[in-house]
């Protein structure tokens, strides 16, 4: 430590060379925290411990398929499950039939499920009250401007009303918000309508449900409630497949594509570039200064320590621009999120791309001083000195 | 102040220039490049240009390394971009070649995407009566009514995990309608029997989609009997017999949409006013072409704009590695250029050659990043849950010339940046104090 103003003083003995690498190893890493962002919040979606106390039961023939809706009182029998409810695809789209919104008819139940979210106790009265009450999540009711009485229209490109148009009026009964502040959750972003009404005014549905949601009472017992749900419809027309709503997120991010190789692959072509970059950067560096070494040599430093203190020079290097640029990605992360207008959704720097992000750095840092830091430890006083 | 003003024009002078780079089109930017070769040959300043940037060529190889930092940078931006990019236009190209202008859908009114349409028994009677469509040798209308529907179906990676898979149940006329789906291996399914073909992409994808094996959809078993290719997005569904799919998956009568083959691509206007005109049909008609070109929007608008975020972030990064390159080769050279000076070179030549060398070897960063991407992902095969269809949808990575040309400008635009400042060094280095410069 007492060195460092050594180090500090050899790293800036070049403003301009020092400066424009820094930028360089900034970019780098503003790069790799948006990156990680990404990548992390894929692999962690639907791995919240309700996620893995909730199970989703659907057509075993596939998604699109429905499901009796008299399958709910035989799930709630099932030992082990604490509620159950129920939930339709409704296809809706507000102005303009390609601007979808998602949007299910849902059973009275079905928010309960969710503790992560929440609606005021007199909000939910009133839904429960207006046969065409919506629920509606906040991030969408901020995106259109939509209050809490309004009239809410919409189109749904699956199902016709009784009167055999596709538009549909609700009233907006209720906001969805996160239960905890600063959360973001997938209900924040969908429109729930009573499954009643839904069935009702549709010719097409006759009493059918698109999938059912089961939170068990205890998560290590998920497995065999769900081999249990499945088995009361075993050998009948409309088998069952029931998953934990991890596992179900997880396949359907696996068939949305591999992230996680596409992220890896940019950023091993970054860090290859950063790499080679930052490397003949220290190189010169060292080359310039060999004059200077052999003076630090003579006056009684060791080579062990002048091997330090070129390692250090470079691990300081990256980690300088690194940690700047770390900070830069997670202060534009939100700045981004916010002036899209909820259009992009920039997931914060975590705490595990900010520790990947300074191993990696402090790994750079040694893989490119390494040898400049070897040549500066070799280095033969009289030669150096005498500019051979 | 005067420093200012010099910053300011230098600036303004990037600005029009990338803008210009990005918006003239090639032939422009050709006649510019004879004409600059003709500025080399044929007037003083640029034989001067000419020969000062022999030199600074000519010394290249001393400085391996530090050079290499250009080249290696840039193709690093390069390859990324490219990659990017190749996964829009290939998914792009697969499903717009799905369509063509002189077929059309015809789907439920208001109805997002096939799965969700539903047509009765009448309206599939009626749209094959309308105007404009096709016959076949028999007389009869190439009308395809078609059932769409979604399968689980275990995945090829091991994982034991299911994937969704499209399923369209067809008629006689579906092959009539589309000739470039063909059988590669096995054979057609049999009408009335639970039979299936999948396509290439869809056996790609799924376990157990080989000729002769038998598959279970739900609790029904299916027997794969032949593998067709198509070259666009039908190959990664499975198809069977309309009439079969629709007691399995218990639709009656019904379709999802029915496709026809128009006499030729201007019967459209006429087939559509002829269904919107008929009071018994509430349906909305598209040419494929224009209805799967649709659905590729979306997902290469996306690409794109993360291709060019992520190829942005980069290339200022390799902008700086090679603005630091190019300050420490003009500092190794400055007694060089000095001399030059000296002995009466100008300074436009030495502003241009400096440019020129940084912009060589950006040019070499593009063709060896273009190359990278070209041999690691062109017609590497990728799939996604694609908007519009409910199961994945397998194409491949296209690196088509047009890209190989779009990262090339993205080299030469970073070379032109890297470089200028250091060339504009270079011109105002003061000649004495170089001179005497050790």
């Given at each position: 430590?007492k060195?460092?103003?050594?180090?500090?003083?050899?790293?800036?003995?070049r403003?301009?060379?020092t400066?424009?690498?820094?930028?360089s190893i900034?970019t780098?890493?503003?790069?790799?925290?948006?990156l990680?962002?990404v990548?992390t919040?894929?692999?962690?979606?639907?791995?919240?411990?309700?996620?893995?106390?909730r199970?989703q039961t659907?057509s075993?023939?596939?998604?699109?398929?429905?499901?009796?809706?008299?399958?709910?009182?035989?799930?709630?029998?099932?030992?082990?499950?604490?509620?159950?409810?129920?939930?339709n695809?409704?296809?809706?789209?507000?102005?303009?039939?390609h601007?979808?919104?998602?949007s299910?008819?849902v059973s009275?139940?079905?928010?309960?499920?969710?503790?992560e979210?929440?609606?005021?106790?007199?909000?939910?009265?009133a839904?429960?009250?207006?046969?065409?009450?919506?629920?509606?999540?906040?991030t969408?009711?901020?995106?259109?401007?939509?209050?809490?009485?309004?009239?809410?229209?919409l189109?749904?490109?699956?199902?016709?009303?009784?009167?055999?148009?596709?538009?549909?009026?609700?009233?907006?009964?209720?906001?969805?918000?996160?239960?905890?502040?600063?959360?973001?959750?997938?209900?924040?972003?969908?429109?729930l309508?009573?499954w009643k009404?839904?069935?009702?005014?549709?010719?097409?549905?006759?009493?059918q449900?698109?999938w059912?949601?089961?939170?068990?009472?205890?998560?290590?017992?998920?497995?065999?409630?769900?081999?249990?749900?499945?088995?009361?419809?075993a050998?009948?027309d409309h088998?069952?497949?029931?998953?934990?709503?991890?596992?179900?997120?997880?396949?359907?991010?696996?068939?949305?594509?591999?992230?996680?190789?596409?992220?890896v692959?940019?950023?091993?072509?970054?860090?290859?570039?950063?790499?080679?970059?930052?490397?003949?950067?220290?190189?010169?560096?060292?080359?310039?200064r060999?004059?200077?070494?052999?003076?630090?040599?003579?006056?009684?430093?060791?080579?062990?320590?002048?091997?330090?203190l070129?390692?250090?020079?470079?691990v300081?290097?990256?980690?300088l621009?690194g940690?700047?640029g770390?900070?830069?990605?997670a202060?534009l992360?939100?700045?981004?999120?916010a002036?899209?207008?909820?259009?992009l959704?920039?997931?914060?720097?975590?705490?595990?791309?900010?520790?990947?992000?300074?191993?990696?750095?402090?790994?750079?840092?040694?893989?490119?001083?390494?040898?400049?830091?070897l040549?500066?430890?070799?280095?033969?006083?009289?030669?150096?000195?005498?500019?051979? | 102040?005067k420093?200012?003003?010099?910053?300011?024009?230098?600036?303004?002078?990037?600005?029009?220039?990338?803008?210009?780079?990005?918006?003239?089109?090639?032939?422009?930017?050709?006649?510019?490049?004879?004409?600059?070769?003709?500025?080399?040959r044929?007037?003083?300043?640029?034989?001067?240009a000419?020969?000062?940037?022999g030199?600074?060529?000519?010394?290249?190889?001393?400085?391996?390394?530090?050079?290499?930092?250009?080249?290696?940078g840039?193709?690093?931006?390069?390859?990324?971009?490219v990659?990017?990019?190749?996964?829009?236009?290939?998914?792009?190209?697969?499903l717009?070649?799905?369509?063509?202008?002189?077929?059309?859908?015809v789907m439920?009114?208001?109805?997002?995407?096939e799965?969700s349409?539903?047509?009765d028994?009448?309206?599939?009677?009626?749209?094959?009566?309308?105007?404009?469509?096709a016959?076949?040798?028999?007389?009869?209308?190439?009308?395809?009514?078609?059932?769409?529907?979604?399968?689980?179906?275990?995945?090829k990676d091991?994982s034991g995990?299911?994937?969704?898979?499209?399923?369209?149940?067809v008629?006689?006329?579906?092959?009539?309608?589309r000739?470039?789906?063909?059988?590669?291996?096995?054979?057609?399914?049999?009408?009335?029997?639970?039979e299936?073909?999948?396509?290439?992409?869809?056996?790609?994808?799924?376990?157990?989609?080989?000729?002769?094996?038998e598959?279970?959809?739900?609790?029904?078993?299916?027997?794969?009997?032949?593998i067709?290719?198509?070259?666009?997005?039908?190959?990664?569904?499975?198809?069977?017999?309309?009439?079969?799919?629709?007691s399995?998956?218990?639709?009656?009568?019904?379709?999802?949409?029915?496709?026809?083959?128009?006499?030729d691509?201007?019967?459209?206007?006429?087939?559509?006013?002829?269904?919107?005109?008929?009071?018994?049909?509430?349906?909305?008609?598209?040419?494929?072409l224009?209805?799967?070109?649709?659905?590729?929007?979306?997902?290469?608008?996306v690409?794109?704009?993360?291709g060019?975020?992520?190829g942005g972030?980069?290339?200022?990064g390799?902008?700086?590695?090679?603005?630091n390159?190019?300050?420490?080769?003009?500092?190794?050279?400055?007694?060089?250029?000095?001399?030059?000076?000296?002995?009466?070179?100008?300074?436009?030549?030495?502003?241009?050659a400096?440019?020129?060398?940084?912009?060589?070897?950006?040019?070499?960063?593009?063709?060896?990043?273009?190359?990278?991407?070209?041999?690691?992902?062109n017609?590497y095969?990728?799939?996604?849950?694609?908007q519009?269809t409910?199961?994945?949808?397998n194409?491949?990575?296209?690196?088509?010339?047009?890209?190989?040309?779009?990262?090339l400008?993205?080299?030469?635009?970073?070379?032109?940046?890297g470089?200028?400042?250091?060339?504009v060094?270079?011109?105002?280095?003061?000649?004495t104090?170089?001179?005497?410069?050790?």
């Open positions: 430590m060195y460092l103003h050594l180090i500090w003083a050899a790293l800036f003995r403003k301009t060379r400066i424009l690498t820094l930028v900034l780098a890493f503003l790069l790799f925290g948006m990680d962002g990548r919040s894929f692999a962690n979606v639907g791995k919240s411990a309700a996620g893995a106390k199970l659907g075993k023939l596939s998604f699109i398929e429905t499901l009796p809706q008299s399958l709910q009182a035989r799930i709630a029998q099932v030992p082990g499950v604490k509620d159950v409810a129920y939930a695809w409704f296809g809706g789209a507000y102005q303009d039939p601007n979808q919104v998602f299910f008819a009275p139940n079905y928010i309960d499920q969710y503790p979210v929440s609606v005021t106790p007199a909000e939910r009265k839904f429960d009250a207006t046969r065409t009450g919506v629920l509606v999540g906040d969408l009711a901020k995106k259109y401007h939509w209050k809490v009485g309004d009239k809410l229209p189109q749904s490109n699956i199902f016709p009303n009784r009167d055999g148009s596709k538009n549909w009026s609700f009233d907006i009964a209720g906001i969805i918000r996160a239960t905890k502040p600063d959360d973001k959750q997938f209900l924040q972003g969908v429109v309508m009573h009404y839904f069935d009702e005014s549709n010719p097409y549905n006759r009493g449900v698109g059912y949601v089961t939170s068990v009472a205890d998560a290590s017992q998920s497995d065999r409630v769900a081999r249990a749900i499945d088995a009361l419809s050998n009948s088998e069952t497949k029931t998953m934990t709503e991890q596992a179900a997120m997880a396949s359907w991010m696996k068939q949305m594509g591999n992230i996680s190789f596409i992220v692959s940019i950023m091993g072509a970054v860090f290859f570039t950063l790499l080679l970059l930052t490397g003949n950067t220290m190189a010169q560096a060292v080359r310039e060999t004059s200077e070494l052999a003076v630090l040599k003579t006056i009684g430093f060791s080579s062990q320590a002048v091997l330090g070129v390692l250090a020079e470079s300081l290097l990256v980690l621009g940690v700047i770390l900070g830069l990605a202060m992360g939100p700045i981004m999120s002036g899209s207008g909820g259009m959704n920039m997931p914060p720097v975590g705490a595990g791309s900010w520790a990947i992000g300074v191993g990696l750095m402090v790994a750079i840092g040694l893989l490119v001083g390494v040898l400049p830091a040549r500066a430890m070799r280095l033969n006083i009289v030669d150096a000195l005498a500019g051979r | 102040m420093t200012f003003l010099r910053g300011l024009t230098l600036a303004i002078v990037v600005l029009l220039s990338i803008v210009a780079w990005t918006v003239l089109p090639w032939p422009v930017l050709l006649v510019m490049a004879v004409l600059f070769f003709l500025w080399t044929f007037t003083r300043i640029g034989r001067q000419g020969s000062a940037t030199v600074g060529i000519s010394t290249l190889p001393q400085r391996v390394g530090s050079s290499s930092v250009v080249v290696v840039i193709a690093g931006v390069v390859a990324v971009l990659s990017l990019l190749a996964m829009g236009v290939g998914y792009r190209e697969t717009s070649k799905s369509g063509s202008a002189d077929t059309a859908i439920r009114g208001g109805s997002a995407s799965v349409s539903v047509l028994h009448a309206s599939v009677t009626a749209i094959a009566e309308a105007p404009g469509i016959r076949d040798a028999a007389g009869k209308p190439i009308a395809s009514p078609e059932l769409v529907v979604a399968a689980n179906l275990p995945l091991g995990d299911d994937g969704s898979v499209q399923v369209r149940g008629g006689d006329e579906a092959w009539t309608l000739p470039d789906v063909k059988i590669v291996a096995g054979r057609k399914f049999k009408p009335g029997l639970r299936l073909v999948a396509g290439k992409g869809a056996q790609r994808q799924f376990a157990g989609l080989e000729p002769g094996h598959i279970k959809l739900g609790s029904q078993t299916w027997t794969v009997v032949g067709f290719d198509s070259g666009n997005a039908l190959g990664s569904e499975l198809w069977g017999d309309a009439d079969i799919i629709a399995a998956y218990r639709r009656g009568s019904s379709r999802t949409s029915v496709f026809v083959r128009l006499t691509a201007r019967a459209f206007d006429a087939f559509k006013a002829a269904l919107a005109g008929d009071p018994r049909l509430q349906v909305d008609v598209d040419t494929t224009h209805y799967f070109s649709k659905q590729s929007e979306g997902f290469t608008k690409i794109s704009i993360i060019m975020i992520v972030i980069m290339g200022i390799a902008i700086f590695g090679a603005l390159t190019m300050f420490a080769a003009v500092a190794a050279r400055a007694r060089e250029i000095a001399t030059l000076r000296a002995i009466g070179f100008r300074g436009p030549p030495v502003v241009v400096v440019m020129l060398e940084t912009m060589l070897l950006a040019a070499l960063g593009g063709l060896l990043g273009g190359l990278i991407a070209w041999a690691l992902f017609g095969s990728a799939s996604t849950l694609a519009g409910v199961g994945s949808l194409f491949e990575l296209r690196v088509t010339p047009a890209l190989l040309w779009t990262g400008k993205w080299a030469l635009a970073i070379g032109f940046i470089g200028l400042f250091p060339a060094r270079a011109a105002r280095l003061p000649v104090t170089a001179l005497r410069e050790s």
